[in-house]
């Protein structure tokens, strides 16, 4: 089936019981069980398993090409599902350059907790072959990376990893599996903010873990859906399938749009620089032309004239709005090193633009007056 009919229909059917072409949403938190505690109807109490979850855990599954999915409460919570199914003492590879809540994490939470963590340039293969030493249990890896939109070699991370004995985690909430499947590309772990393109509309907030197999660390992370207790709402998981099922076209969109803005602002005069996978300047191109079925919605441009130049872009759009998050229909612009943690090392000059599903000449109009 193709991944557009896997969109409409994964996790998505007729409801025996009254007929009803949209999911029946399932509030109830508990479910009439037997005498003996067992689940008659299949489900016990909504934190464990809920008829929504499921349905959207299916068609996650299907769309990444895994063997199950765990559906939490948001991106982080899912993130760190994955690391909590390590073991204190474990060895962590992660990326320099990626969602800055990834590397606070590890840095705030999980380095007290035992985990030790290398951090080093992962879309650079030479460096990452020196930083997966024999022993590392696990590999993240976020491409194309947020904010610089580097791109890293799924395929050669996945043999240094398993070559090194770790698990491949691949952070795949920017292509979304419309435009890249990092499972089929020898990853084990495919990690999504469903707050982003899969919800798409900027009015929900979840996390997902798709796992290639059903095996003991997926279980681990299963068991840390109900035992950390940060499950996405039964309305959480409805809305997210809802935006599933017009992803693929919506992806098309942003990708289009992002196309031409790009080409647009790589031969603009006041524009330093364009990270864009897309354009074939980019030092990632031919790889992320491997792995990518599309480049992608967002970009980020470095704005001649540093940090006040930038703020001055930001403070003049019209059409975009300067807010944080991605991957809804609506451009939104932000500029990144504001609301990171000091020292994150992005650029005081770059600004991170999520481009939505308006015309693009519009939006190509809106930067034109912003950047003056
Ligand atoms: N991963 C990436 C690539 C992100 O961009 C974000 C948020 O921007 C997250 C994870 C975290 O997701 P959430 O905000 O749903 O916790």
Redesign the pocket.
Known sequence: MRIETIAVHAGHRVDPSTGAVAPPLVLSTTFEHAPDGVASHGFIYSRSKNPNRLDLEESLTALEGGAGTAAFA??????MAVFQSLAPGDRVVAPTD??Y??GAMLRDVFASWGLETVFADLADAAAAERAILPGTRLVWI?TPS?PLLKITDITRLAELAHRAGAVLAC?N??PTPLLQRPLDLGADLS??????YLGGHSDV???AVVSRKQDAMFERIVMMQSRGGAAPSPFDCWLIQRGIRSLPYRMRGHCENAARIAAFLATHPRVAAVHYPGLPSHPGHEVARRQMSGFGGMLSIQVKGGRDAAMAVTGRVRLFTCA???GATESLIEHRASVETPGSGTPEDLLRLSIGLEHPDDLIEDLTQALG
């Open positions: 948001s991106g982080l919570a899912a993130t990626a969602y809540g990834t976020e947020n952070d909430t920017w990690i999504h903010s469903t707050t982003k907030t979840g996390g944080t998050s991605l």
